[in-house]
T-cell receptor, first 114, second 116 residues
Framework: DTEVTQTPKHLVMGMTNKKSLKCEQH?????MYWYKQKAKKPPELMFV???????INESVPSRFSPECPNSSLLNLHLHALQPEDSALYLC?????????????FGPGTRLLVL | SQQGEEDPQALSIQEGENATMNCSYK?????LQWYRQNSGRGLVHLIL?????REKHSGRLRVTLDTSKKSSSLLITASRAADTASYFC????????????????FGKGTLLTVNP
């Protein structure tokens, strides 16, 4: 199984809502990532989890809160988002966070903040 | 800081032609990877080339790396309509203090359109 799954595929939320994005992999990977991608732009790294511990936070606003409940799951909790946070949110995983590892991406959650 | 810068930003060719995309980066790297993204979907890894390698092949893909010029190229031969996608190079960037906290930094990407 070389698949990373993400739910939901689409999400529309108001600025006062609280929602969560979910990501799952069953490849035994120990590194998981959240990226944000705006239209016609490259993915931008938000967070890296290595062995279920947060290892990189790219100065992401606190309205985005990541969580790694176990080695297969990665959540991104959203609260009080702004319209400019509308984007495609991509989850990825890799065997480890070493530089030679291939990252496997999920299909993304397309988020619209109204 | 963004490492990879691809050119051209957009490329339109006919089926059967070859497509060449270039990527330049700024600092030393361990590896350079190329990824492909179909419209609005996740990225798919294509090929990785290590800093001590100069050329690598995978099927219809050929990647070169020139570390002295800090540049890489991706050649897709005998293109097909199904190759239509955005192509990104990605370089690793070690964290301050070393350790295992590396991250990939993606270039701006090349949008390739292959016309049937």
């Amino acid at each position: 199984d070389t698949e990373v799954t993400q739910t939901p595929k689409h999400l529309v939320m108001g600025m006062t809502n609280k929602k969560s994005l979910k990501c799952e992999q069953h490849m035994g990977h120990r590194a998981m990532y959240w990226y944000k991608q705006k239209a016609k732009k490259p993915p931008e790294l938000m967070f890296v989890y290595s062995y279920e511990k947060l290892s990189i936070n790219e100065s992401v606003p606190s309205r985005f809160s990541p969580e790694c409940p176990n080695s297969s799951l990665l959540n991104l909790h959203l609260h009080a988002l702004q319209p400019e946070d509308s984007a495609l949110y991509l989850c990825a995983s890799s065997q480890s966070s070493r530089p030679q590892e291939t990252q496997y991406f999920g299909p993304g959650t397309r988020l619209l903040v109204l | 800081s963004q490492q990879g810068e691809e050119d051209p930003q957009a490329l339109s060719i006919q089926e059967g032609e070859n497509a060449t995309m270039n990527c330049s980066y700024k600092t030393s790297i361990n590896n350079l990877q190329w990824y492909r993204q179909n419209s609005g979907r996740g990225l798919v890894h294509l090929i990785l080339i290590r800093s001590n390698e100069r050329e690598k092949h995978s099927g219809r893909l050929r990647v070169t790396l020139d570390t002295s010029k800090k540049s890489s190229s991706l050649l897709i031969t005998a293109s097909r309509a199904a190759d239509t996608a955005s192509y990104f190079c990605a370089t690793d960037e070690g964290r301050m203090g070393g350790g295992s906290n590396y991250k990939l930094t993606f270039g701006k990407g090349t949008l390739l359109t292959v016309n049937p």
